[in-house]
């Protein structure tokens, strides 16, 4: 069964300590890889995506990376501001389906 | 360009009653997904729609249905109101000419509760 899992499932950081947050995924086929970043109470806005292995995005304080079992957000000198709810998805490419994980919680503290 | 839009924003129903949800889509786009967000499962995908046909759906009863028009606004309908059906339910919408590749872009949500 395809499946996207994220870890860890909340991270506190205080403001400028850079970390990263990870996404495996078991997707059949894998079509893309999808980071989005969720405030509370609003829908998700999107940030990245990534096609194949090896293939790396970056904006402003934020670096997506992708290897084939795996994807990392790499977080530099995080601000207050980068405090939300980031989600991954994989898109299958015998489904087409886009499998959401559930999520990253990330409090950056001042 | 405008966003992702849904109505209502947020809604309270009891046990039983039905509801209908509204999605209009980015200018131009074709595909419309449906997701239900809820603390303990995250999104879980409902179905997609595509000028005007269902083509995908996820794991959910009957009681959720769906349909797109001509203009590619869509609507979601959930019958007999049960309370675990109390959730933020998210539209998202692309163009829908490459499944799998293209990213998706979210509306606000609709907030569901059910008594």
């Known amino acids: 069964e395809d499946q996207v899992t994220q870890s860890p499932e909340a991270l506190r950081l205080q403001e400028g300590e850079s970390s990263s947050l990870n996404c495996s995924y078991t997707?059949?086929?894998?079509?893309?890889l999808f980071w989005y970043r969720q405030d509370p109470g609003k829908g998700p806005e999107f940030l990245f995506t990534?096609?194949?292995a090896g293939e790396e995005k970056e904006k402003e304080r934020l670096k997506a990376t992708l290897t084939k079992k795996e994807s990392f957000l790499h977080i530099t000198a995080p601000k207050p501001e980068d405090s939300a709810t980031y989600l991954c998805?994989?898109?299958?490419?015998?489904?087409?389906?886009?499998?959401f994980g559930t999520g990253t919680r990330l409090k950056v503290l001042a | 360009k405008a966003g992702v839009t849904q109505t209502p924003r947020y809604l309270i129903k009891t046990r039983g009653q039905q509801v209908t949800l509204s999605c209009s889509p980015i200018?131009?786009?074709?595909?419309v997904s449906w997701y239900q967000q809820t603390p303990g499962q995250g999104l879980q995908f409902l179905f997609e729609?595509?000028?005007?046909?269902?083509?995908n759906k996820g794991n959910f009863p009957g009681r959720f249905s769906g349909r797109q028009f001509s203009n590619s606004r869509s609507e979601m309908n959930v019958s007999t109101l049960e309370l675990g059906d109390s959730a933020l339910y998210l539209c998202?919408?692309?163009?829908?000419?490459?499944?799998?590749?293209?990213?998706?872009?979210f509306g606000p949500g609709t907030r569901l509760l059910v008594l």
């Open positions: 998202a919408s692309s163009l829908g000419s490459s499944q799998g590749l293209e990213t998706q872009y």
């Open positions: 997707v059949s086929g894998l079509r893309g």
């Open positions: 729609y595509f000028s005007e046909t269902q083509r």
């Open positions: 990534l096609y194949s």
């Open positions: 200018s131009g786009h074709r595909s």
């Open positions: 998805a994989g898109t299958s490419g015998g489904t087409y389906k886009y499998i």
